[in-house]
């Protein structure tokens, strides 16, 4: 017997796009009206933001999807820690970016 994709439900098709890379999630939205549906859920775009909390809190607002939210993480790098580091994510990999100020580091 012959299986499609397609004929999966949309929260088995989310789960398998949630292993792949934010780019390839995108990408895969184009093919059909389900694959979009399924990419653009929060389910499969769960697994691409940071597990620390502390560090997706400040971007988290409750009518955001996590789409959205894992969007605004790639964007312009908000200060942290007293102004001396920055978080964001690349948005073509997921990886998460740090920059330290010069201020920041300590040379023993």
């Not at 796009?17 to 990408?27: E, N, Q, V």
């Not at 996590?66 to 964007?75: A, G, M, P």
Request: hydrophobic residues 40%.
């Amino acid at each position: 017997m012959e299986m499609n994709l397609l004929d999966l439900p949309e929260e088995c098709i989310a789960a398998v796009i949630s292993f792949t890379s934010p780019h390839d999630a995108c990408r895969i939205s184009a093919v059909s009206k389900l694959l979009r549906s399924a990419a653009d859920s929060n389910a499969a775009w769960e697994r691409f933001l940071p597990s620390d909390p502390r560090l997706v809190n400040d971007h988290s607002l409750s009518t955001v999807s996590i789409k959205q939210l894992f969007l605004r993480l790639c964007e312009s790098p908000p200060l942290t820690d007293d102004g001396r580091t920055s978080f964001w994510m690349e948005k073509r990999s997921g990886k998460k970016c740090w920059m330290l100020s010069a201020r920041k580091l300590e040379i023993v």
